[in-house]
């Protein structure tokens, strides 16, 4: 691939917006040498299970060894348009971008003449969880391993496919622009397994869509501000939708959050609203810059023009009333990039957004472990180049009495509405602190580039106030996870060819001992150096508390082809079975505690699509620190010292899945026994024109029409589906023998 990753150039805009001096990350490397045909030689799929253009049957056999990571054979890499998965395991496809969610909504006929998608799944299937049910499906049940709720974010959409023709040109038509928008949201869909085999069930009661028009209530610090105001709410207390979801959580009592991701793409403003808002100094001005939406700023889609009716008009955000900010949508941006809770067994109850959690680019969402009578702490990464680490940490202790409330989303109110917002800086030396994001922080009062009103102003405002305290710029942080038994904390951090030895330009930072490569994707002086491949980093608290201002880090992996230089690249020694490019899924099993590693890649698709692992991971602490010596254009050196985690091997560290054509392997959850995972393969062929919309031959997937799967067969046009991994011997998923951690 010779040029971005395909998720970088979706959300290109919405990036690189961190203009601080804080120590900043980086993209993705723009070219590729020749030589990578070479590596193709022999890189077949024999010994995985395919699914794809032929049966979806496994072949052979795995060990009983009672081991924590299975004894399956690592899967190859492979550029075919098909899903590969270990040899004695089985993929099943089981939702998929159209698939009716009731009776009355027509099967989905793949030619872009569907319509009515607010019934049926949305596009680009990404995080994702399990909600279980009991037998008869009339209630919650956290044990129920054979019937359940999943919970689907649907990140953005090909836009292409979705219309017969293509994509007609702004201004939009409104049927078009409906189509599309309703394509985005949030799946809610029951699955029964009968008779051993999972699928969903179309018309459950549980089943539903959230959509970016659906109503929301604002939670937390935001609400009733006058940040939140708007014509649709002039109280500030609501607003409609949620989009660009990418990640998720499953919170301790039982819903769903899910992360607001690149939204600020969707919404335009005019040429001159700058002067509109009191001129380039105005506060609003200032935090819609660094959320970027420059003045002029075109939307994604171009919805706005699709008529001056409310659902359309809201995307754009201009000043545009003489009047204060209820007369237009000058404030939609500020009810947009939060974690928003949702109650999967009860659709009367409103989605809520969890301000207090802080506004930017969300990914995952992770609850730390709890402990009775101690605050809960929640995880989140900002996924854009030279973009924070942060937590939240409850101002309510928790009660082990609200893991089975009546109320779940009154639990939300008393854990997630109030509490302490933090960012992490990183040393050199392994340690790190969290700092607080208050007024009572006089870097933040005093901060010079925006005068903060109050939390609210510190909520909207996240990134200007993880600017002021000098927080530590990293490579996009993306998912992060809990380790279920030492509550270690992981973070991906995807790449960022920002990251530099000699950075120029606000937008460039240095290379450092979190962030500590930047490099060329093979030895040419064409190519601009950068961190290509990712790392995974992770984090220990003081005494393991989830509340604590301090912690030690380490890097769990380096993302690297296996023939890489290990001495500045390949650092975590990488092999062909378990080598991996930008790292952007990551999940822990609560069953086994092994760890899932899915990527998001631009780089290595030319060896092979994107992919997920397995890993049995460490602890902090439980490798070697090691130096890269860098020289400089002047020829003198420098060299930075970075902490490498303990090197893996094929026992601890093994491909497990690679993915159709132009996809990204995104979103996991498994039901409570372990037997069974679900996984998401997202945008399979999405590079597509309108001029070639017309010929099947021209479209790089037809996954999974080619596997079977509805309509089109062999010239389908490719859609996001939603898969179900079993091991052909029912046993746990990725273990040998049955070693769990029973903590469901």
């Known amino acids: 691939m010779n040029t971005l990753t395909k998720k970088e150039l979706r959300h290109h805009g919405d990036e690189d917006c961190n203009r601080s001096d804080n120590p900043s990350l980086m993209d993705i490397v723009d070219a590729r040498l020749s030589r990578r045909n070479m590596l193709r030689v022999g890189l077949g ?10 049966p979806l049957t496994g072949c052979g056999g795995s060990s009983s060894t009672p081991i924590s990571l299975g004894h399956f054979t690592a899967v190859a890499k492979s550029v075919a348009d098909v899903v590969s998965v270990p040899a004695g395991y089985t993929a099943k496809i089981i939702y998929a971008l159209g698939d009716p969610l009731n009776a009355a909504t027509p099967d989905h006929k793949n030619d872009g003449t569907d319509t009515g998608f607010e019934n ?35 990140e953005a959409i090909t836009d292409q496919f979705l219309h017969a023709a293509g994509v007609t040109a702004n201004p939009r038509p409104p049927a078009e622009a409906d189509k599309e928008i309703a394509a985005h949201g949030v799946s809610f869909v029951e699955v029964r397994k009968t008779n051993g085999q999972f699928a969903t069930v179309r018309d459950s009661a549980y089943n539903r869509r959230v959509t970016p028009l659906t109503p929301v209530q604002i939670n937390g610090p935001l609400r009733g501000n006058a940040l939140a105001k708007t014509k649709y709410s002039p109280n500030g207390t609501d607003t409609r939708g949620t989009i660009n979801n990418c990640g998720t959580g499953y919170t301790p009592w039982g819903t769903l959050i899910t992360g607001e991701e690149n939204w600020a793409g969707y919404f335009t403003r005019a040429a001159a609203d700058d002067a509109a808002r009191g001129g380039s100094t105005a506060k609003s001005v200032v935090s819609l810059v660094r959320y970027g939406r420059a003045q002029g700023a075109a939307s994604r889609h171009g919805w706005e023009t699709a008529g001056t009716d409310d659902p359309y008009a809201r995307w754009n955000i201009s000043q545009t009333s003489a009047a204060d900010a209820t007369g237009d949508y000058r404030n939609e941006l500020n009810t947009y990039g939060y974690m928003v809770e949702i109650d999967p067994y009860d659709k009367a109850v409103a989605p809520r957004k969890r301000t ?39 101002a309510a202790n928790w009660d082990n009495a609200d893991a089975n409330a009546s109320n779940r989303m009154a639990a939300g109110d008393k854990y997630l509405d109030n509490g302490k917002l933090y960012v992490a800086k990183f040393n050199a030396d392994g340690t790190g602190q969290w700092i607080e994001l208050a007024l009572s922080n006089s870097a933040i009062a005093n901060y010079a580039a925006y005068k903060f009103a109050d939390q609210a102003d510190i ?22 996870a809990v380790h279920p038994v030492t509550g270690e904390v992981y973070y991906t951090l995807t790449n960022n060819s920002n990251r530099k030895v000699e950075p120029s330009g606000s937008s460039q930072t240095a290379v450092d001992a979190a962030n500590p490569r930047a490099y060329t994707d093979a030895p040419t002086a064409a190519t601009s150096p950068g961190n290509v491949n990712g790392h995974i980093i992770r984090m220990k608290e003081t005494g393991g508390e989830s509340a604590a201002t301090s912690f ?32 952007d899924g990551l999940w822990f099993s609560p069953k086994t505690g092994l760890c899932f590693i899915q990527t998001d890649d631009g780089a290595y698709t030319d060896v092979t699509n994107c992919m997920m692992l397995v890993g049995k991971a460490g602890t902090v602490g ?38 159709p054509k132009d996809c990204e392997i995104t979103g996991i959850c498994e039901t409570p026994d372990g037997r069974a995972i679900f996984v998401n393969i997202q945008h399979p062929g999405e590079t597509i024109s309108k001029a070639n919309i017309a010929d099947p031959s021209k479209y790089l997937s037809h ?12 010239n389908a046009r490719p859609r996001s589906a939603t898969i179900v991994i079993t091991r052909n011997d029912g046993g746990l998923i990725a273990a040998d023998g049955d070693e769990v951690l029973n903590n469901y």
């Open 703 to 714: 996954w999974p029409g080619n596997a079977g799967y509805g309509p089109g067969g062999a």
């Open 120 to 154: 049926r799944s949305g596009d680009h299937h990404d995080g994702m969880e399990y909600f279980g049910l009991n037998a008869a499906g009339t209630a919650r049940d956290v044990a129920g391993s054979e019937r359940a709720i999943l919970a689907i974010n649907h």
């Open 459 to 480: 909520c909207v405002n996240t990134r200007l106030a993880a600017d002021a305290v000098g927080a530590t710029k990293m490579d996009r942080p993306e998912w992060c």
């Open 552 to 583: 030690t880090w380490d890097i769990y992996l380096f993302g690297a082809e296996a023939g890489a230089d290990g001495g500045k690249v390949n650092l975590s020694a990488l092999t062909a079975d378990n080598d991996f490019s930008s790292p």
């Open 45 to 54: 799929t024999a010994g995985a299970a395919v699914l794809g253009s032929f």
């Open 356 to 394: 207090a959690l802080g506004r930017f680019a969300h990914e995952s969402g992770a609850f730390g472990l709890r402990t009775s009578g101690k605050p809960l702490a929640v995880y989140m990464g900002d996924d854009s180049r030279g973009e924070y680490i942060y937590k939240f940490v409850s």
């Open 622 to 659: 439980d490798g070697a620190t090691q130096a890269i010596e860098y020289t400089k254009a002047d020829g003198s050196k420098t060299t930075v010292t970075t902490r490498v985690g303990a090197k893996p091997t094929t026992a601890n560290l093994k491909r497990f899945l690679v993915g």
